[in-house]
């Protein structure tokens, strides 16, 4: 049955509208108290009511609780979807008189049709939800549940209940979402090794509402082994997962309560009119926004750009090369309603043509209807919200590249032109980051010191802002520095006493300058091999400062004396690596290739080093990689006096290959080109030599101007992170 055109707006607004409205009411709960306690009670109550037992160490209500918000929020879900469908057909009869009402008749039944259903959905749901249940919750606990943060402190609760297996499963659960957090990694392995933990525990107790994401994975495996047939089968069971997971997200959007938008609330100066108008444009943002809620894994921050068109084009792919010709026609068909004009699938579709011998108009062959319909629903909605920009002033960020430009009112199209040029932009940049360094050093100056040679340049190296050193240090120095990290350094120094931080197959033992000092001054090691320790930093510095031509002054941020020991009998069927692939001076999403500049990174690195000490030992090669951490662009043996220095910022991604037998001993070195962030310890250090009438080691003049300043890492402004206020568990280290 066709509508009217002229009351299209009207009906989607309206139907939105009476539906969000009366999900403000509120329900009306059965007349007994023991129905009350039935009914589902907010979840977030429950998850701050878990937190708070926790930091309060009462373990097994911390359990029952945090257990029950993540039941509770799936109930709730499953609650929306089923009375969704049971209030599909409410209003019908009403529905079925639109198409031959006229004038004010139309708007009547139109109203009643859309009160009933709201009725329906209303009662529906208040018979299994409490009112402060059915409230929409907080961004924090989207959040909260979004990052899977209630699986952090369900494994600590679970381990002090000695709840293995459980604390296991929920271990890898946030894992999964969290794949950089290297004390989550360290208790799993921890766990495999348990008494009482079967391999059955290590299951994403998530993966229901991520199966599209298990799914894409299973696909690229297969693509890259080659095994097209299997790799069709996974790309078009992925396909399918995400329509399933975008429309139950949708469903969320028409059932859940909304809140209006900011300035558009009872106090504004909006009539009611503009205000129903504004709260069903909100809606239908909410559908449109599902696009990025999908294409987004667990645990990270953007999204993944052209998702389901991506997917098309993998599919396509895999089905010809699979010899599923007709379906890589029917494939392409759907994804060129996205793309229309794109010359690459116009090629293919005419290749693929000329393999079926001209037959590509066969009812097999024509787009899949699943997408015809997503991409129609998605053209209505994007024309009603780019009429409220123009006419009500509403904002809506457009998820899609796709859109076409017809679909933007002329008004509009200017913004929308830069915005998407902005856009593309974006992922052109993304292409060619690892090209692209804008830390301000620039290689290939002089090095001055006598006896050191460039061993490896960026050419050697593949990358920008990388340099090798030879001869830094002598076999003499290497061996006393060598010899004063066996006698000083102490397990998990700088780990808050971890010994092993990175990987459970290997000790970390480190020294710092200072301790070195005082160390020395109590008698218990060389002085002369202390103060070794504090000019090796500057010797390195100065090498540094001068290859890579920085401007600005260069200042030792940190100086860490490291081995890295491998644990005898533990390294059998070793897979993971001695430190992950990360950034120095931020937090890397290798899916994204974005690497965002914000706390806990240590965001003021600027240029990062490492002065080897020996080579007795296997593995412990420096790798750097693409932004994918993945691919690895160069390799760096360790020797005694190599120094490997580059930027510590996003084009130089980098991990250390596992220590399998004997201990691997470098200095680690940072600086930074903020006087501010300076290393005070090194200072400390240097007071505590001039106390007792021994000089230090000269400095540029440029770092001699004021001793007196504060140590950045406790004094400096925090600058504030990107990701919102939320509940973190501090003990999850097992």
């Known amino acids: 049955m066709a509508l009217h055109s002229g009351y299209l707006t009207v009906y989607v607004a309206f139907h939105l509208v009476i539906i969000a409205l009366l999900n403000f009411t509120v329900a009306t709960p059965g007349s007994g108290g023991s129905n009350v306690l039935s009914l589902l009670q907010p979840y977030d109550f429950l998850y701050y009511s878990g937190v708070r037992a926790y930091f309060g160490e009462e373990w097994a209500k911390a359990a029952e609780l945090l257990e029950k918000a993540i039941l509770t929020k799936e109930s709730l879900f499953r609650v929306r979807r089923q009375c969704h469908d049971d209030c599909e057909a409410a209003g019908r009869e009403a529905f079925n008189k639109l198409g031959s009402a006229e004038g004010n008749l139309w708007d009547l039944w139109a109203l009643d049709w859309m009160q009933q259903k709201a009725e329906c959905l209303r009662f529906c749901v208040g018979r299994s939800v409490t009112p402060a249940g059915q409230l929409p919750v907080s961004t924090d606990i989207e959040y909260e549940f979004g990052s899977r943060n209630p699986y952090n402190f369900l494994q600590v609760t679970y381990y002090k209940l000695e709840k293995l297996q459980k604390a296991a499963s929920a271990a890898h659960t946030y894992f999964v979402a969290n794949p950089s957090h290297l ?210 002033d509403f904002s809506f960020i457009d998820p899609d590249l796709w859109t076409p430009e017809d679909i933007v009112p002329e008004s509009l199209k200017d913004i929308w032109r830069a915005e998407k040029e902005k856009i593309n932009e974006k992922m052109k940049e993304g292409e060619q980051q690892e090209e692209v360094d804008d830390s301000g050093f620039f290689s290939g100056g002089a090095v001055r010191q006598v006896g050191v040679t460039i061993t490896m340049d960026d050419v050697v190296l593949n990358g920008t802002n990388r340099v090798v050193l030879d001869g830094v240090m002598t076999e003499k120095e290497c061996d006393r520095i060598l010899q004063l990290a066996t006698a000083a350094a102490s397990a998990g120094d700088g780990y808050r006493g971890r010994r092993s931080p990175h990987t459970p197959h290997e000790t970390f033992e480190g020294l710092t ?222």
């Not at 680690?668 to 021994?694: I, V």
């Open 183 to 392: 004390e989550m990694r360290n208790n799993i392995e921890k766990y495999r090794r348990m008494e009482g933990v079967t391999e059955d525990a290590f299951q994403d107790r998530e993966m229901k509402n991520e199966k599209h994401w298990v799914l894409y994975d299973a696909a690229v495996q297969h693509e890259a082994s080659s095994d097209w047939v299997k790799a069709a089968e996974k790309w078009k069971a992925c396909v399918n997962e995400t329509l399933r997971q975008t429309e139950e997200c949708r469903v969320q959007c028409e059932v859940a309560s909304q809140r209006l938008p900011e300035n558009r609330g009872v106090d504004s100066v909006d009539g009611a009119y503009e205000k129903a108008a504004v709260l069903s444009l909100s809606l239908l943002s909410c559908r449109q926004s599902c696009v990025t809620q999908v294409a987004t894994r667990p645990g990270r921050i953007s999204a993944q750009e052209d998702f389901l068109p991506t997917q098309l084009e993998h599919l396509h792919i895999a089905q010809f090369k699979a010899s599923d010709i007709s379906g890589a026609v029917q494939t392409l068909r759907s994804l060129l309603l996205f793309y229309p004009s794109d010359k690459d699938s116009l090629d293919n579709l005419q290749l693929y043509s000329e393999t079926l011998g001209g037959d590509t108009e066969s009812q097999g062959t024509q787009p899949a209807q699943e997408i015809v319909t997503y991409i129609s629903r998605s053209l209505q909605e994007k024309k009603l919200l780019y009429f409220g920009m123009e006419n009500l």
């Open 513 to 734: 300058v200072l301790r070195a000092v005082k160390l020395a001054q109590d008698g218990l090691v060389n002085q002369s091999d202390a103060r070794l320790l504090h000019e090796l930093g500057e010797r390195a510095r100065v090498l540094l400062h001068s290859y890579f031509r920085s401007p600005s002054g260069l200042y030792v941020s940190f100086t860490h004396l490291v081995c890295r020991s491998a644990i005898a009998g533990d390294q059998e069927g070793r897979l993971d690596l001695s430190h992950p692939v990360h950034v120095d001076n931020c937090l890397l999403e290798p899916e994204t290739k974005q690497c965002w500049r914000e706390p806990p990174a240590f965001i003021h690195r600027d240029l990062s080093a490492i002065l080897y000490l020996n080579d007795n030992f296997d593995g412990g090669e420096l790798f750097f990689t693409n932004r994918d951490a993945k691919t690895v662009t160069a390799r760096v043996k360790p020797s005694c006096g190599r120094l490997v220095g580059f930027s510590s910022g996003p084009v130089n991604p980098h991990g250390v290959t596992a220590v399998t037998s004997g201990r691997r001993c470098a200095l680690a070195l940072w600086f930074t080109k903020e006087k501010l962030y300076r290393d005070m310890e090194r200072e400390e250090a240097e007071a505590m030599w001039a106390a007792d009438g021994q000089s230090v080691v000269k400095k540029d003049e440029e770092e001699k101007e004021g001793t007196a300043g504060r140590n950045a890492r406790s004094q400096a402004p925090k600058e504030k992170s990107r990701g919102r206020g939320r509940v973190t568990g501090g003990r999850d280290e097992l």
